[in-house]
């Protein structure tokens, strides 16, 4: 019997919206975010999924989005774990900074490169390969025996936390991760086998 996972970014956030690097600081949902969690929920409830387990980060947008899915699914008085291992990738020094104003500063090569490239951090920050590696870690030893057991998993998190797992599940290289958009509020759904390898892709 296969798990379930559900991968889903948070809806559009306040920082999303003004071209900030966001990282680990903690803006809210915009207008359009909630609107996209509870879009997402409908979706959610409509192909008939009612998770067994909830997880998100420590990062209120990821948090909110949850909840508004879970108010639209009809479901409460459920445990939800949160934990860091499940943040956004942090951005260091160009958390907060506008990515045009942070090209000015550094030049477009530079930032492009601290953005796209797989193991490049940013000054003070992580790379992508840094988040991985607390970000599998954590799916493997919490997450992973759930989806084995054939339960089904809600995740709820950030971008490039979200990639992490999406290169690990369908075995992508850095470069094809990379080049993976996560749209804000979209939900990315696999059937996990006993063997925690994966099945199928399910688009909903």
Known sequence: MSGTLILVRHGQSEWNLKN???GWRNPN?????VEEARATGKALKAAGIVPDLYYTSALRR?????????EEMGIDNVTITRNVALNERDYGDLAGLN???AREKWGEEQVHIW???FDVPPPGGESLKD?????LPYYEAEILPQLKAGKTVLVAAHGNSLRAL???IEGLTPDEILAREIGTGEPTTYKIGTDGKLVER???
């Not at 990821?62 to 879970?70: C, E, I, R, W």
């Open 20 to 22: 900030l690097f966001t």
């Open 29 to 33: 949902l915009t207008e359009k975010g």
């Open 62 to 70: 990821a948090q909110h989005t949850l909840d508004l899915m879970l």
């Open 99 to 101: 990515k045009d104003d």
């Open 115 to 117: 953005r796209r490239s």
């Open 131 to 135: 988040t991985a590696a607390r970000t």
């Open 166 to 168: 999406v290169m690990a």
């Open 202 to 204: 399910v688009t909903l």
